[in-house]
């Protein structure tokens, strides 16, 4: 397949990949190339996680952080060591054609760090996850995601949300990489903990860790940890419909439901409302001036 000024080999384009819906790997390399505009300025420069779904997303599946070392001159790579002593190389979604490419090994997910090249040490995003504990709170996921919305407005924090794609909801703000992944996710807890407090019922919305005292929708900020991964804004997730974590405009929540969105309905929504994420990361504010306003000690 021609993309941009490469040709990338498509393996088995018509290997069914999403079986209810009859839909092909060759269809789902189309569709990131088709929202590559879209997607791309989530993913640049970031240490890409594979999840890999070789034959589909009835099949088995399997992880692999570690690029193949024969990979095209237009897929580029990071270096990142890990506590332990071990290490390896992510690859790096920086184009279409790289895009292409990861999606023909089976990566129907795109998963991605919350920082990127050169600053891997220093996330670009804040981010809560709203995680529903069992699968009729997903009115409660619109109502906290409101007032998630409303704490971040306070500290003047711009905030996106999009469908996980999954059961949840995430809501994302943009900020300056200045500051390293242990205070972002210390400042994330703080945030998690205000709304938990303003959430009228407390029943519905919970910071508690363990998951078996888990009740409600667990407002999460613990994917504000180093080497975390969440599924980009455009990203197709594995389910039997092919739903797609979609960014959202605000006005739209309260009423949201996730399965609007699929790899077969999301271009025609780019079409009808625009990219509501776009441009978001234009001119990121500082975190560490917000520090004292949800009473904590500033960063060193």
Request: glycine share 4%.
């Amino acid at each position: 397949m021609r993309v941009g000024s490469h040709d990338v080999p498509i393996s088995n384009p018509d290997k069914v990949f999403f079986p209810s819906r009859g839909l092909t790997k060759g269809g789902l390399v189309e569709y990131y190339i088709g929202v590559a505009e879209h997607t791309l300025p989530h993913l640049r420069r970031r240490p890409f996680h594979m999840k890999r779904f070789p034959n589909g997303v009835d099949q088995d599946f399997f992880h692999q952080k570690r690029v193949p070392a024969k990979h095209p001159d237009y897929v580029d790579e990071v270096f990142v060591s890990f506590p332990s002593g071990h290490s390896t190389v992510f690859a790096v979604v920086d184009n279409a054609a790289a895009l292409a490419w990861v999606a023909n090994l089976g990566c129907i997910e795109l998963h991605t760090w919350a920082s990127r090249v050169p600053e891997i040490e220093r996330p670009d995003y804040l981010l809560i996850d709203l995680d529903p504990t069992t699968d009729d709170q997903w009115p409660f996921v619109r109502e906290i995601a409101l007032v998630v919305h409303e704490v971040m407005d306070e500290l003047a924090l711009r905030s996106y949300p999009k469908t996980s794609g999954a059961t949840g909801l995430h809501i994302l703000a943009p900020i300056k990489p200045e500051l390293r992944f242990p205070d972002v996710r210390r400042f994330a807890k703080a945030l998690a903990v205000e709304v938990e407090r303003r959430v009228d019922d407390q029943a519905i919305a919970t910071t508690t860790w363990r998951v078996a005292d888990r009740v409600g929708v667990f407002v999460d900020y613990g994917q504000n940890a180093r080497d975390r991964t969440i599924a980009s804004a455009y990203s197709v997730r594995p389910t039997p419909d092919a739903r797609v974590s979609a960014p959202l405009l605000w006005d739209e929540v309260a009423s949201v439901e996730p399965e609007q969105f699929t790899l077969e309905t999301m271009r025609a929504r780019i079409a009808a409302v625009g990219d509501p994420m776009r441009g978001m990361w234009r001119n990121p504010p500082s975190l560490r001036s917000r520090f004292e306003r949800l009473d904590l000690d500033p960063p060193d």
